[in-house]
């Protein structure tokens, strides 16, 4: 099952339980479902936040009305008008951000609240689920995943379109662990030819990245 299939599902259930009489199971399998579409789109969450310029001292108390935003966007959320949640939730999330920054509103819970305070019509989520961990930068920790990710990628790609005896040179020496000394033997090449394939990858390959 694709992860939009399993995405679709969980809104659907969440949407069905907003609609359901309370202390039903449908109401409480939409609260699970709702808590399940948090935590699968945290990183969402702090993707649009950390690209909205916020300052880092209004990082957690955007974060929280971030969370707060997203249940409502799930609750406005239209499947029958075609465009699928992933879509439309990412638009909210720009929309509100540019909002919050300009100061048109803030919801952020004030400090009076508790941990274990539910969030008022928030699908019975509480405060300690959705509070970022102080210990943890989670902005720096995305960030720092989705740059490693994106290189990851960049280096893949920019390996894919070097020459097969370039592209080997690279592989056996970089991740593979062999001096250029044992390639050129196991390639049965001489050494500055192999030099010469490595140093010209490495220019091909910057010029890619």
């Not at 909205?52 to 997203?70: L, M, N, R, Y």
């Not at 990412?90 to 509103?105: A, H, I, M, N, T």
Request: positive net charge; charged residues 30%; aromatic residues 8%.
């Amino acid at each position: 099952m694709s992860s939009y299939k399993v995405i679709d599902d969980l809104v659907k259930t969440c949407k069905t339980g907003q609609k359901s009489p309370e202390n039903s199971p449908e109401k409480e399998s939409g609260r699970v479902a709702g808590q399940m579409l948090v935590m699968t789109f945290k990183p969402l969450i702090l993707a649009t936040l950390s690209r909205s310029g916020i300052k880092d001292g209004q990082f957690e108390d955007a974060f929280q009305d971030g969370v707060v935003a997203f249940m409502e966007g799930l609750k406005k959320f239209d499947p029958g008008r075609g465009t699928g949640f992933n879509a439309f939730i990412q638009v909210y999330l720009r929309q509100y951000y540019k909002k919050w920054q300009s100061g048109q509103f803030n919801h952020s819970i004030k400090p009076d609240k508790t941990l274990d305070d539910p969030i008022p019509g928030r699908e019975g989520l509480t405060l300690a689920e959705v509070i970022p961990d102080k210990e943890i930068n989670l902005e720096a920790d995305y960030i720092e995943r989705e740059e490693k990710s994106n290189d990851q990628k960049r280096l893949a790609r920019g390996l894919s379109r070097l020459k097969p005896s370039y592209r080997s040179v690279l592989e056996k020496h970089y991740y593979e662990g062999r001096t250029q000394t044992e390639i050129a033997e196991k390639e049965g090449v001489s050494l500055q030819a192999v030099n010469q394939r490595h140093d010209r990858a490495l220019k091909k390959l910057k010029k890619v990245l």
